[in-house]
């Protein structure tokens, strides 16, 4: 499947934006999505993830309570809403897919988007 990221942008810390994943090419509603961030001169980090048909959902302990992952297979689309930004969400994110089940090491993710860049200001 290909993924494409959109929603990036540059945004004041307490703000909101959501992030879109469009899949294409693939049986959308048959992989294991996730959203990955990095940081200049960090190493690609977990952020949260989502079930098959979108009724288990993942986060990582850092953004619990202010992002939401969410999915719609008829839409072949996954997104990230981020609430209560703060500086340190600054990074490009990237969405990704899997055919097996939850996992949160970008190693086990096979399909990768170009990823799209969040800027939180303070």
């Known amino acids: 499947v290909q993924l494409q990221a959109s929603g990036g942008g540059l945004v004041q810390a307490g703000g909101s934006l959501r992030l879109s994943c469009a899949a294409s090419?693939?049986?959308?509603?048959?992989?294991?999505m996730g959203w990955f961030r990095q940081a200049p001169g960090k190493e690609r980090e977990f952020v949260a993830a989502?079930?098959?048909?979108?009724?288990?959902?993942f986060y990582a302990d850092s953004v619990k309570g202010r992002f939401t992952i969410s999915r719609d297979n008829a839409k072949n689309t996954v997104w990230l809403t981020m609430n209560v930004l703060k500086p340190e969400d600054t990074a490009v994110y990237y969405c990704?897919?899997?055919?097996?089940?939850?996992?949160?090491?970008?190693?086990?993710?096979?399909?990768w988007g170009q990823g799209t860049q969040v800027t939180v200001s303070s």
């Open positions: 090419g693939g049986t959308f509603a048959s992989y294991f």
């Open positions: 989502i079930s098959w048909r979108g009724i288990s959902t």
């Open positions: 990704a897919g899997r055919s097996g089940g939850m996992a949160d090491s970008p190693e086990a993710y096979s399909s």
